[in-house]
């Protein structure tokens, strides 16, 4: 199912959005961890539309125990320009699946402005992902090559990634693109390892530079990816996910579990 298929299949009432069936968009037992971020946002924007989406934290719990899943938000806290809302994700038995917390705000007027600029890249030999038997089936949905550092399990010693992407047969971006194209990029730490394993987020924070991004082409975006630190089977590692043309859009901060 193409991802503007699948939003539109969401239902929806005020402060609840409802995802009768995820179709391909999973990764192993769960649902792929950044339509679950989505199913929350939307469920958000319901309450509030026109507010800028300034960041998203995220806090993965455990799989759904149904294909269906719904997406419950609340206004936590509205100010004179910053709003916090909350979403919990829950499936058909009650379970918390996961826990999102929304930051929206006005812009302001402000005398620091900076804008990261983007690294230039020499690619001699770019890495082509390919949809094999065990990839998690969400990634179908995407094309990636990754410029700098190796694919999964391809025993890297790096710890800089860049990852060119796109989302085939969309054609205009929107903040849940966004978020799709932020989540996209799996543990560096998985490119050291030699042979398939397990991993999972364990939380995720995604902050959003602005709303330059509405109605992009969703092809030549770019993930540049760092693993900051590991041990004791957790990863930590930041993103930076650039435009089609070259602008920073948002930056995340990733912590994960990998099992090997």
């Not at 989540?183 to 987020?201: E, K, N, T, W, Y």
């Not at 902050?207 to 992009?216: I, P, S, T, V």
Request: charged content about 15%.
């Amino acid at each position: 199912m193409q991802f503007t298929d699948l939003l539109t299949s969401i239902q929806s009432e005020p402060g609840v959005s409802l995802l009768p069936d995820p179709a391909d968009w999973l990764q192993g037992r769960a649902l792929f961890g950044g339509l679950q971020t989505i199913l929350c946002l939307h469920a958000m924007r319901s309450l509030l539309p026109e507010v800028p989406l300034r960041s998203l934290q995220t806090t993965f719990i455990q799989p759904a125990r149904s294909p269906q899943v719904r997406a419950v938000a609340s206004v936590i806290r509205a100010g004179k320009n910053v709003t916090h809302a909350e979403a919990r994700l829950l499936d058909d038995e009650e379970n918390v699946v996961a826990l999102v917390v929304g930051v929206f705000g006005a812009a302001r007027e402000s005398a620091v402005n900076i804008t990261p600029q983007q690294p230039a890249v020499d690619s001699e030999r770019p890495r082509h992902f390919k949809q094999l038997p065990g990839v998690p089936g969400f990634t179908k949905h995407f094309s990636a090559t990754w410029l700098v550092g190796k694919l999964p399990f391809g025993g890297d010693d790096s710890t800089h990634n860049v990852v060119q992407l796109g989302m085939p047969g969309e054609q205009a971006c929107s903040e849940y693109h966004v978020v799709a194209l932020a989540d996209f990029i799996p543990p560096v730490a998985l490119s050291h390892l030699r042979q398939p394993v397990p991993g999972s987020s364990m939380t995720w924070m995604l902050e959003f530079l602005g709303e330059d991004f509405n109605g992009l082409p969703l092809e030549n975006w770019r993930v540049d990816a760092d693993l900051v630190a590991a041990g004791e089977g957790y990863t930590h590692q930041s993103v930076t996910l650039w435009g089609p043309n070259g602008k920073p859009i948002a930056l995340s901060r990733q912590n994960m579990v990998v099992f090997g």
